[in-house]
């Protein structure tokens, strides 16, 4: 992922920010255990107007980085436990695309 990170971030002009591909990059960077820029890149003005509703990647991203963020402190790996717990938190209203039941 790392590679995948500076290819990206590497790009001409303003591509780096466009909304999907800066989405991408936050979980790139969460992958690598960059979470202070995973989460700057899911902050603040992030548009992706191209996501549908019911299509997960920033909410998911969004889980995942604050399970990273809690063990980290811990000093242990993420478990299905700890996941199943940070997911019965909401993630920020402009993360959250998952279709209502």
């Given at each position: 992922?790392?590679?995948?990170?500076?290819?990206?971030?590497?790009?001409?002009?303003?591509?780096?920010?466009?909304?999907?591909?800066?989405?991408?990059?936050?979980?790139?960077?969460?992958?690598?255990?960059?979470?202070?820029?995973?989460?700057?890149?899911?902050?603040?003005n992030?548009v992706?107007?191209d996501?549908?509703?019911?299509?997960l990647?920033?909410?998911?991203?969004?889980w995942?980085l604050?399970?990273?963020?809690?063990?980290?402190?811990l000093?242990?790996?993420?478990?299905?436990?700890?996941?199943?717990?940070?997911?019965?938190?909401?993630?920020?209203?402009?993360?959250?695309?998952?279709?209502?039941?």
């Amino acid at each position: 992922m790392r590679h995948e990170l500076e290819i990206m971030e590497s790009m001409p002009g303003s591509a780096p920010q466009a909304g999907r591909l800066r989405a991408l990059r936050a979980r790139a960077a969460m992958e690598v255990g960059q979470y202070e820029l995973a989460e700057t890149l899911l902050g603040g003005n992030l548009v992706v107007p191209d996501l549908r509703e019911g299509e997960l990647i920033l909410g998911e991203t969004w889980w995942e980085l604050q399970a990273r963020k809690a063990v980290r402190a811990l000093g242990c790996a993420v478990t299905d436990e700890i996941r199943a717990h940070v997911r019965k938190t909401v993630p920020p209203p402009r993360l959250d695309f998952r279709q209502a039941d």
